[in-house]
């Protein structure tokens, strides 16, 4: 009789599956040769209107909408890879994530004329991609605590 597989390789299939995904998604949005058209930036323009209506402060504008979009685009890259990642590795997320975001800043500012690449998008990107590591380890954190308690109360119950 065949062994289920362990929750370990499950989690690594799931993970690295999603991982891929989301690079492929990431990649799509970011290489796209031309920035969005403009009823994009009416829809923007609209939500920055709304969000300043609802009471969020005039000061968070254009600029800083696009920052925490891009600190938000890049937390499930942290989380996926620190999950993917064996634990003993999760420190490599502290080179991928922001190597990761420069290759894509970097090509945009040689091969992508209508784009702009900049130094804040790296730094947002990487703070993103940092916030989704600690949310793998807390994560992980979690999942270990309910496994040893479910051991304990299953060593207790054969007593």
Request: with cysteine; hydrophobic share 55%.
């Amino acid at each position: 009789m065949r062994m289920p597989p362990s929750p370990g390789r499950i989690r690594l299939a799931v993970c690295g599956v999603l991982l891929l995904l989301y690079a492929a998604i990431v990649l799509t949005i970011t290489m796209w040769p031309s920035q969005p058209d403009q009823s994009f930036a009416t829809a923007v323009d609209r939500l920055l209107g709304f969000l300043h209506r609802n009471g969020v402060p005039a000061w968070f504008d254009l600029t800083r909408l696009e920052f925490t979009a891009n600190v938000a685009m890049f937390v499930p890259l942290g989380l996926l890879l620190a999950l993917t990642l064996p634990q003993r590795a999760v420190w490599l997320t502290a080179l991928l994530v922001p190597a990761f975001s420069g290759t894509i800043e970097w090509f945009q500012g040689q091969y992508l004329p209508q784009r702009f690449a900049t130094v804040s998008d790296i730094l947002a990107n990487t703070i993103g991609g940092y916030f989704g590591v600690v949310l793998a380890i807390g994560l992980r954190a979690v999942v270990h605590k309910r496994d040893q308690l479910v051991l304990a109360r299953a060593g207790y119950a054969r007593r």
